[in-house]
Every structure is written in C-alpha cells, then in structure tokens.
C-alpha cells in the first residue's frame, strides 16, 4: 500500500508542478465600488499588507525579507534583475525548504505515512457528504486516478496535489518560482544556503487543519472546478502588484458566487487553513530566523507569509527589528 501510494504521490507531484499556464481573469478588475471599498478597508487593517521586498534590521544585522512566487512567470525575469545585488551581497540565503531537502519528500512516505493518509479504516467516501462525494467521483474520473487508492489520502493531500492549480498553483516541487530562481543565483556565486523547515513540517502544517474543515475544503475546491466559475489570475496579478494579500481577502467572497457555500462559511476555512499553513510556521520560523549569526542575510518565502498579525514581517516587528520597504521590481 504504502509503496503504491508512494508512487502515485510522486506522479501527482510532478503533474501539479506542470499545471497549465495562466490565462485568467484579474477579479479585482470586475469588482462592484462596495466589494472595492471592503478590499481596501481589509487592507488598511492588515499589518503590512503590501510589498515583495522589506528589510528588517537590529543590532547591525540586515535581513532582507523577499516574497516569493512558487510557480514561474516570465515576469519573474524581470524582478530577478532586481534582486540579484541583493542576493550577491549576502553572506547567506533561507528558503521555505531547500531543494536538497525537497528531494526527502517521497522518503517522507515512507518514514511518516500517517501524515498523507488517512486512518485504517476510513474514506473519503465515508467523511464526504452523499454530494460531494459524488462531485469528487466526477472529478476523480475526469482526471484519470486510482480511486481505490485517492480515497484513502488525507483530504489536504488529494487537494493539494490533485486539484489544478491553474492560474493559482501552490505547494512544494514546483519548477521555475522565483524561490527556484534565487537559490539556482545563490549555489552559482557559492553563498550558503539554508531551510527554515523541513519538508515535513509544511505537510505537518497542512495536516493540522481538523479532518472535517479538510473534507470541507476539498468538496468546495471540487465543486468550484466543476462549476462555471472562470480561471482566475486575481492571486497572480495581485503578487506582482506586490498586495497579494488582496487575492486571500476576495477568494471565498469570489468562490461563494459559484458554488452553494455562504462566503462567511468559506472565510472561516480559509482562516482555519491559513492558520497552519502560514500563522504556525511562521512562528516556528522566527525560532530559525533568530538563530540568524549572519550580518546580511535573504530571506526568501511565499509572499503570503509575510502580511497580517501572524507573518513574518509583523513578527520581527514585535522581536525588535526596524522594517522599510525595499525596491522589488
């Protein structure tokens, strides 16, 4: 089992990381002045709620801050010619997780499968409701799986790596972001390299969420791929108007117009979500991030860690660091 699982988990690795390039819509262009003037409001109340690049400094150290993109964009060509003084600079660059870490996943499996599947015993069949699992039979057809074997994946698993990212891919593998870009500049000039985690603890992360918010989480995401709902580019267009906060506000007020969720039922999800994914390991990165010897070091990671009460930047505000925007593009 764990050995057939193992196998299928690579595959479905490799085919999230070749999702279709974005050809969506930016939603913030198509927003009534009432939802507009919420988004505004939202962002006014969200510490550090814009900007790519920041610098933080204390007792002489300078940490450059930089919010990544984890999937590839020819724009990121652009910010590349930016940032690559500032990482030439450095005496070392941190990541999410290495590459050479990235390369234990499928041993992660092996060691902890708990972590990916679900209990002996249990299925999605038995956790979804009688319509979303029919739903997810749909789309588990369409997308030509093993459904003997998705089904005893833990609900953040089949979403994460089977549900199309499109014009809003996620999650570890994927080739040509901006954080593979910076650490394939980093090993060229010969400047360390570092994790701020394993790859364990972002899966760690994303199991936290309960098992019912998860089950929930996938019916939704199902349901809205299968609705009429169009591609949406909002996350990546709103990243490279470095507020990519903006696209975390509007997404389950955007979704709830598409499938039969209240926005207020969506917005809890995604809060319970975020508050693993990116709330608990942010705080178990300041641990690594205070451990810091360097003078001038780069760090890079997904640029939603770095807004609200719990990201990044508010963080090392509360540890003492001076923060101010740095020039991203």
Request: charged share 20%.
């Amino acid at each position: 089992m764990i050995r057939l699982f193992s196998f299928l988990f690579v595959a479905l690795l490799s085919a999230h990381a070749a999702s279709a390039a974005c050809r969506g819509f930016d939603m913030r262009d198509h927003l009534p002045p009432s939802e507009a003037a919420w988004l505004d409001r939202q962002m006014a109340a969200t510490p550090y709620s814009t900007g790519n690049h920041w610098i933080a400094r204390k007792d002489g150290q300078s940490l450059h801050i930089i919010g990544t993109m984890h999937s590839g964009d020819s724009r990121l060509a652009r910010v590349m010619r930016r940032l690559r003084p500032v990482i030439a600079k450095a005496d070392a660059v941190y990541f999410e997780v290495t590459r050479t870490e990235m390369d234990k996943v499928q041993g992660q499996i092996k060691v902890n499968p708990e972590l990916f599947l679900l209990p002996p015993g249990r299925s999605l069949q038995q956790l979804m409701t009688p319509q979303g699992w029919k739903q997810f039979e749909r789309f588990a057809t369409r997308s030509n799986v093993n459904m003997n074997l998705i089904q005893h994946m833990q609900p953040w698993a089949v979403h994460f790596f089977l549900v199309p990212g499109g014009c809003r891919p996620i999650g570890f593998g994927l080739r040509r972001g901006l954080d593979e870009r910076i650490e394939r500049f980093a090993i060229r000039k010969g400047i360390p390299t570092g994790g701020l985690e394993t790859a364990a603890t972002g899966f760690k992360a994303l199991g936290r969420t309960p098992l019912r918010d998860q089950v929930r989480i996938l019916e939704n995401e199902v349901a809205l791929v299968l609705s009429d709902a169009p591609e949406s580019a909002t996350a990546v267009e709103a990243y490279f108007d470095e507020s990519v906060w903006q696209s975390f506000l509007l997404k389950p007020r955007l979704a709830s117009q598409f499938i039969n969720v209240s926005s207020r039922e969506l917005t809890r999800l995604d809060q319970v979500f975020h508050s693993n994914i990116l709330g608990w390991r942010n705080k178990g990165w300041m641990k690594t991030i205070q451990r810091i010897k360097e003078q001038r070091a780069v760090i890079a990671v997904g640029a939603a860690h770095l807004p609200g009460k719990e990201g990044i930047l508010n963080l090392l505000k509360q540890q003492g660091y001076a923060l101010e925007p740095a020039t991203f593009q």
